[in-house]
């Protein structure tokens, strides 16, 4: 796909539903009891592959569009999947349901695409072998394809190395199998999706500062459930405001979580014109409508308790310092390398083919802006979020800009390139 110079990108858009909480949805609709209706549900192919493996679970999950029914089987009533469970591209997905099925009366095998089997499961398979999980990787890599034998587990109080919610998340929800309270301590708070929704469906937790901690339980309530916009999608309209001369964009329907909006915060250091209107909150999470214009941009510093709350927005916030006058410099980031691909290389080798002064660190990059942006062809490495950071670099450079592998984009949000001419 081919991206030319463009301005003036003006008018609205509502970006596709929030990809952390749909997966959440068909995880916690298939435990609960009764049917889980959701309105806004992210078609994109990770949120499908979490259907389809519950779906090979025996669960019924009906989709009409972005609606979902999930007649859910109650705690214990999943099946034993005949064939090995397939994540396809999702993180998400393999780490979570890796909580649930340490806890069945069946031994299954999760797999997932060359990506998700280079991506570390050590992290989760520590913990839950901690609560007593049979969990290995095939090959002795620690990572994917896993089987895992469900074994009854005893609860925990678990120190994370890493403000991860995928971690977080895996022993929580094994933790509803548990013999006792299950707690995870983070470094920093990661986002609090499971912890809310665990809520919603009136399962007993408790969060206080970095630790979750929950109580075993019989049953959960079905909920109707209405997903937010995803701040992560909504993040390269942001940007492409922001950098692309005389433009305004209002983008509708936000998740502004608090542990999920710090690309609003590092925007308004950086001192753009934004403004976010509240509108209400949809299970406890808050949904705004986001309007940002043109702005004159300086670089910032990026680290700490800030990284998880805007960890997946950080090759498009590379984008962003590019165009703002002085250094940003992005540090406690080294957990970008373990994404769908490694994201602080990436970055910097086709950032730097377009010209900018970036800087690979151990644990981020240093980024001088300022350099104006020339074409240049773009591995996407198959990372959604790479090719939609190119896609708005590349319409901010000069002569043309060829993203290879463009068609990723379906992982989070299959209508993007759609979206993006519209505007
Ligand atoms: O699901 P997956 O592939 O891990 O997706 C990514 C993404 O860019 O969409 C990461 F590559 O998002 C993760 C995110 O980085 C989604 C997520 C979640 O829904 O719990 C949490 C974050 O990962 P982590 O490792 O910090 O827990």
Same mark, same amino acid.
């Given at each position: 796909?081919?991206?030319?110079?463009?301005? =003036?990108?003006?008018?609205?858009? &509502? @970006?596709? /539903? *929030?990809? #952390? +909480?749909?997966? %959440?949805?068909?995880?916690?609709?298939?435990?609960?009891?009764?049917?889980?209706?959701?309105?806004?549900?992210?078609?994109?192919?990770?949120?499908?592959?979490?259907?389809?493996?519950?779906?090979?679970?025996?669960?019924?999950?009906?989709?009409?569009?972005?609606?979902?029914?999930?007649?859910?089987?109650?705690?214990?009533?999943?099946?034993?999947?005949?064939?090995?469970?397939?994540?396809?591209?999702?993180?998400?997905?393999?780490?979570?349901?890796?909580?649930?099925?340490? =806890?069945?009366?069946?031994?299954? &095998? @999760?797999? /997932? *695409?060359? #990506? +998700?089997?280079? %991506?570390?499961?050590?992290?989760?398979?520590?913990?839950?072998?901690?609560?007593?999980?049979?969990?290995?990787?095939?090959?002795?890599?620690?990572?994917?394809?896993?089987?895992?034998?469900?074994?009854?587990?005893?609860?925990?109080?678990?120190?994370?190395?890493?403000?991860?919610?995928?971690?977080?998340?895996?022993?929580?929800?094994?933790?509803?199998?548990?013999?006792?309270?299950?707690?995870?301590?983070?470094?920093?708070?990661?986002?609090?999706?499971?912890?809310?929704?665990?809520?919603?469906?009136?399962?007993?937790?408790?969060?206080?500062?970095?630790?979750?901690?929950?109580?075993?339980?019989?049953?959960?309530?079905?909920?109707?459930?209405?997903?937010?916009?995803?701040?992560?999608?909504?993040?390269?309209?942001?940007?492409?405001?922001?950098?692309?001369?005389?433009?305004?964009?209002?983008?509708?329907?936000?998740?502004?979580?608090?542990?999920?909006?710090?690309?609003?915060?590092?925007?308004?250091?950086?001192?753009?014109?934004?403004?976010?209107?509240?509108?209400?909150?949809?299970?406890?999470?808050?949904?705004?409508?986001?309007?940002?214009?043109?702005?004159?941009?300086?670089?910032?510093?990026?680290?700490?308790?800030?990284?998880?709350?805007?960890?997946?927005?950080?090759?498009?916030?590379?984008?962003?310092?590019?165009?703002?006058?002085?250094?940003?410099?992005?540090?406690?980031?080294?957990?970008?390398?373990?994404?769908?691909?490694?994201?602080?290389?990436?970055?910097?080798?086709?950032?730097?083919?377009?010209?900018?002064?970036?800087?690979?660190?151990?644990?981020?990059?240093?980024?001088?802006?300022?350099?104006?942006?020339?074409?240049?062809?773009?591995?996407?490495?198959?990372?959604?979020?790479?090719?939609?950071?190119?896609?708005?670099?590349?319409?901010?450079?000069?002569?043309?800009?060829?993203?290879?592998?463009?068609?990723?984009?379906?992982?989070?949000?299959?209508?993007?390139?759609?979206?993006?001419?519209?505007?």
């Amino acid at each position: 796909m081919k991206f030319t110079k463009r301005t =003036a990108l003006r008018g609205e858009i &509502t @970006v596709p /539903g *929030d990809k #952390s +909480i749909s997966h %959440r949805t068909i995880l916690l609709g298939s435990l609960a009891e009764g049917m889980t209706e959701v309105h806004g549900f992210l078609q994109g192919a990770d949120c499908l592959s979490s259907i389809a493996c519950f779906q090979a679970m025996g669960v019924t999950i009906e989709r009409e569009g972005d609606t979902v029914r999930i007649h859910g089987k109650g705690l214990h009533g999943l099946q034993a999947p005949t064939q090995p469970l397939d994540a396809g591209n999702s993180g998400t997905t393999t780490r979570l349901m890796a909580g649930i099925l340490a =806890a069945q009366p069946f031994t299954s &095998t @999760v797999t /997932g *695409d060359a #990506s +998700i089997q280079k %991506r570390p499961m050590k992290r989760i398979i520590i913990p839950l072998t901690q609560m007593g999980a049979n969990i290995v990787s095939i090959r002795g890599n620690d990572c994917a394809p896993l089987r895992i034998q469900g074994m009854p587990l005893t609860g925990i109080h678990y120190q994370s190395p890493v403000a991860s919610a995928q971690v977080k998340s895996a022993i929580l929800l094994a933790g509803l199998y548990a013999d006792g309270e299950t707690s995870v301590t983070e470094p920093y708070l990661s986002r609090n999706h499971t912890e809310l929704m665990f809520r919603a469906f009136g399962i007993p937790i408790h969060c206080e500062g970095t630790t979750a901690t929950v109580h075993p339980t019989e049953h959960l309530t079905a909920q109707q459930i209405i997903v937010p916009g995803d701040i992560s999608s909504a993040a390269y309209f942001i940007v492409a405001a922001l950098i692309t001369p005389n433009s305004c964009i209002t983008i509708r329907n936000v998740g502004i979580n608090p542990t999920r909006d710090g690309i609003l915060e590092v925007c308004r250091a950086m001192g753009a014109d934004l403004t976010v209107e509240p509108l209400r909150r949809e299970q406890s999470e808050p949904v705004a409508d986001i309007t940002v214009r043109t702005s004159a941009l300086k670089g910032t510093v990026i680290e700490g308790s800030l990284i998880p709350k805007l960890i997946d927005e950080l090759p498009i916030i590379a984008v962003l310092a590019c165009f703002a006058s002085g250094t940003t410099i992005i540090r406690d980031a080294q957990e970008l390398k373990v994404k769908e691909s490694n994201r602080i290389d990436v970055m910097t080798r086709h950032l730097t083919a377009m010209g900018a002064d970036v800087e690979a660190t151990d644990d981020g990059m240093i980024i001088h802006g300022g350099k104006p942006l020339h074409g240049a062809v773009i591995d996407s490495h198959l990372d959604h979020r790479i090719a939609m950071s190119f896609a708005i670099a590349g319409m901010n450079a000069d002569g043309e800009t060829e993203i290879t592998g463009a068609e990723c984009v379906t992982i989070s949000y299959p209508d993007f390139y759609q979206d993006l001419k519209r505007l």
